[in-house]
Every structure is written in C-alpha cells, then in structure tokens.
C-alpha cells in the first residue's frame, strides 16, 4: 500500500545511502597527493581550485591562471622590458643633463649626413657628418675627468640696508697634490647669474673671487647654490656640479633714527600721565570734594581739618603705552612705488624706535583676499616685534597688492583685535582722502591718539588737525623726525 509507515529495514537503508553519501563528499573535500594533503572545497564547482582567483598582481594581468614554459617567458619578457626601460629612463636623465640643444641638433646631424650622404653621394654632406663625429667626439673627451674641489660660498653680512653695496665671495681649493685644469663658476644671485672663471690649480693652492649682489629692491636675495660647469668650448655638453646650498640675503628698507623725545605722543609710567582723571594712581593731579563711593584711604586729613569737610586727592591716570603701527598694503592707498617704499620705511622706523625703547608695539599690514573670494577677507596679518632685526626681516617682504585691504579695513580690525591700544600709527600714500583717514581713526578707541601718516614724495611737509585725528605728510624720510616732533608738542 502507498499509506503504509516504513519499515526497520527501509530506515536501515536509508541511513546507510546517507553515511555512503557522507563519505563521498569527505574523499572529495580531501585530496592525498604524493604523500602530501591538499584542502579542495566541493559544491563550487571547482571556483577555488587555484590560488590565483581574485589575484591582480602584474603576472595575473599578463598571463592570468596559466603557467607553463609559455607564461613564465612571456613573465620574464615583460620584466625584462621593464628594467630597460628603467635603465633607459635613468640613461636618458644622466644624457639630457650634459647634452644641450646644439648637442643634440647636432646628434641629429650625424646619422642625417651619413644616410642621405651615401645614398645620393653627396659628398660634401659625408664631410660634414665626419667633422660632426670629430667634434662631438671632443666634446666628450672634455668632460672626462673629476673634479677634485672644495667649494666654499662666504657671505659676510646676510642683512643690509636697501642701496648699501654687499658683496659675496666663493673659496676654490685644490686638496690633491696634482694639478688641476682651470673651472668655471657660477653663482645664481636672486634673478641673475655671476659667472667666474678660475685658472688651473696647482696641489694645495686655492682662489677665491668675489662678486656683487644687487641691493637696490628690498626684499630677499637667494645665493646660491655655487655650481662648478665643465664643457667644451663649441657649447655641444655640460656638466654642472653644485657645491653648495642656498644662502639668503635680507635687503631691510631704509629707517631713520627717532629720537623718544620724538614720541611724546606716548604717555605711560616712564613717561608723562595722560589727561584721563582717576580716583588712585601715582600722579596727583589735585584735591576736591569726597563724594559716596570714594575710597578712604584717598581722604587728605589735613585739608579735611582745615575746610571742615572730607577731601579726596585726584590723580592723574597713567597707562602702558600699547602703539600700533598699521601699513597699509592696498595698492589703491599709493600712486607710485616710491610712495610705497617710502612707507615701508617710515613703519620701520617708529617699530624699530619703540622696540629698542622697549615699549609694546603691534605692527600689522593688510591682508589680500583671494581672487575668487565672495566678499572681503577682514584681517590683518602681524609681524614680528621681537627685536629690530625681525621686525626689519618682515617688513623686507611685504608688497602692495590690488586685493590687499585699504586703510579704513586695516584700521577698523586693527582696533578690534589689539587691546589697550594708547597711539595709532596709520601709514598710507597720497591716493588715501581725508575722509578716508578720519574714518580710519574713528575706528580706534576713545582716548586713543590717532596719528595718520601720509608719504607723498612730491608734497610739502605739513600737519593737519582733524578732530581727534593729527594727518603728518612727509616727503621723505628724513622729514619724519620733525614731522612727529611737532605733532609731539600741540
């Protein structure tokens, strides 16, 4: 019957075609190979029967899964095309670096001649492909040799004022005991070249040469590296050498000295009091009448005595002098160069006068913003007032930019990011208006004493009082000195 339950020995059977089944599939799981035991994973359909599946080594994209005699030349041709075409690489880097362009034109020249020479027996063009081969063979001899230097660059002052003459020297030595033929040297010096040609050196003797470095821009000048050329006299090879690193030269802008006496403008504890009236100080300044919220220990008893009512001293508040120096960096605040250089100077010359009085100063410039920017980028940038030399070392880089910020900006972040600010230095050109300086010190705290400076080679010295704002125009630097000496005493 179809219904019927199975029997024991249908169950016995059944079991017995599982466990049958089961140690087929472990023989199939298990390989023996010549003593050895390798792992194979059935059910895959043999997928991951070699190791190269999902492998993407160089070898498996030239020859994928095959091996064979025929895979492992087609492997060791490709790695051998590959180093040539390393050595090559390498070849070709060592060759362009000694042959110039006339060398390789007239490379060119050579098998050109030969070929077209011989087949349209143009003699005179095998001539010329001879002398060619003679010339380029010379060429070759010229660069055989070492070069047994010892190259020094000596710059004796790395900072200098812009116009004063700087100089450098370079030391060749021989240390062999034979002679050597003579060499040329050359010096990159900022955008220029100085070229030297030394004679032949017997064994331990040396020269040394001097040679100029430019100073008429502020700014840095970057000497070096000294570099030996060897090559021949047509121009077809050279071989250069560098000998040395890089020395940087900094051109400072022009300062002028400043009396102190020339900041009066600067009120603090080694100098005068300020006008500001306060309850406690050092500086009396007068008596009056005690009103609620005045100290005691401010009560002059003897005036108390003698008036019958309480009397208070009043003093005369003094502060640490903070000065800011802002430049304006905006090519629109200037309308030459001259004027911008000029102030430079004048910046220079207060930082440097307050860093050696040893008073806090702030000297910041504008800042540029991007080109692409969607609106202005409001901050300045600050340099160093650590000593003189640094500040000088900043000053010589800075340059004026169509996208710098003006003198109102400047001012405005100026007066929000330094604190304690008592004097305001604002350097500028010709092109700033009046309107723009007196906006420019109303950006500044009240009781700050704003002082615009404005450098015009062209004008007459003169002062100008508006509102709480004193404008100074100088021509030159040396006006500089009078100009403040005079804003110093109204």
Same mark, same amino acid.
């Not at 095998?126 to 070492?146: D, E, I, M, T, Y």
């Not at 812009?162 to 030391?171: I, K, N």
């Not at 502060?319 to 000029?342: K, M, P, Y």
């Not at 220079?348 to 800042?367: K, N």
């Given at each position: ?61 030239? *020859? ?7 895979? !492992? ?30 060398? =390789? ?12 020479? $011989?087949?349209?027996? =143009? ?6 492909? =001879?002398?060619?081969?003679? &010339? ?89 590296? @000294? ?28 300062? #002028?000295? #400043? ?30 009448? $005690?009103?609620?919220? +005045?100290?005691?220990?401010? #009560?002059? =008893?003897?005036?108390?005595?003698? /008036? ?14 903070? #000065? ?32 050696? +009085?040893?008073?806090? *100063? ?22 160093? /007032? ?6 000088? !070392? ?14 109102? !900006? @400047?001012?405005? &972040? ?61 021509? $030159? ?14």
């Amino acid at each position: 019957m179809s219904g019927a339950a199975p029997g024991p020995t249908d169950s016995r059977a059944r079991r017995g075609a599982d466990t049958a089944r089961g140690r087929d599939q472990a023989r199939g799981r298990t390989q023996t190979r010549g003593g050895g035991r390798t792992q194979t994973r059935s059910g895959f359909d043999g997928s991951f029967a070699t190791g190269t599946q999902g492998l993407t080594n160089a070898r498996t994209r030239i *020859v994928g899964d095959r091996t064979g005699p025929v895979a !492992d030349l087609l492997v060791l041709v490709v790695r051998l095309a590959r180093s040539a075409r390393a050595w090559l690489r390498r070849a070709y880097g060592v060759v362009s670096g000694v042959v110039t362009p006339v060398g =390789w034109a007239m490379l060119a020249v050579v098998p050109v001649g030969f070929v077209v020479g $011989y087949l349209l027996g =143009w003699l005179e063009l095998v001539v010329v492909a =001879w002398a060619a081969v003679v &010339v380029l063979l010379v060429a070759g001899l010229s660069l055989v040799g070492r070069n047994a230097f010892r190259v020094s660059l000596a710059i004796p002052h790395e900072r200098v004022v812009v116009g004063e003459p700087a100089s450098g020297s370079v030391v060749v030595e021989n240390p062999t005991k034979r002679r050597i033929l003579g060499v040329s040297v050359e010096i990159p010096v900022g955008a220029g070249l100085a070229e030297i040609g030394l004679p032949g050196l017997r064994g331990g003797e040396s020269v040394t040469e001097t040679f100029s470095v430019p100073t008429q821009r502020r700014g840095v000048v970057r000497v070096g590296p @000294v570099r030996t050329v060897r090559g021949d006299a047509v121009g077809l090879v050279r071989r250069e050498l560098d000998w040395t690193g890089v020395t940087e030269m900094f051109v400072h802008p022009r300062t #002028i000295g #400043i009396p102190s006496t020339s900041t009066g403008l600067i009120r603090d504890l080694e100098g005068n009091p300020t006008r500001d009236l306060s309850p406690s100080d050092i500086s009396f300044h007068a008596l009056r009448e $005690y009103q609620p919220g +005045d100290e005691r220990r401010n #009560i002059h =008893w003897k005036s108390t005595a003698k /008036t019958g009512t309480y009397m208070v001293r009043q003093f005369e508040e003094s502060r640490r002098s903070h #000065i800011v120096i802002a430049l304006s960096l905006a090519t629109a605040d200037f309308a030459t160069d001259d004027e911008f250089e000029l102030a430079v100077s004048v910046a220079g010359s207060i930082g440097a006068r307050a860093v050696r +009085d040893a008073r806090e *100063v702030s000297v910041v410039v504008s800042e540029r913003t991007p080109e692409f920017a969607k609106r202005k980028n409001l901050e300045v940038r600050s340099l160093s /007032t650590l000593t003189r030399t640094r500040l000088l !070392d900043d000053l010589a880089v800075v340059e004026h930019d169509e996208s710098a910020l003006g003198i109102v !900006d @400047v001012a405005r &972040v100026a007066g929000d990011r330094v604190a304690g600010v008592s004097v305001a230095f604002l350097v500028v050109g010709s092109t700033a208006t009046l309107t723009q300086l007196r906006s420019a010190g109303l950006h500044f705290p009240l009781g700050v004493e704003a002082v615009a400076i404005v450098c015009d080679p062209e004008a007459v010295p003169g002062m100008t009082r508006i509102s709480d704002l004193t404008v100074l125009t100088i021509g $030159y630097l040396e006006d500089l000195q009078k100009s403040l000496a005079r804003a110093a005493s109204t």
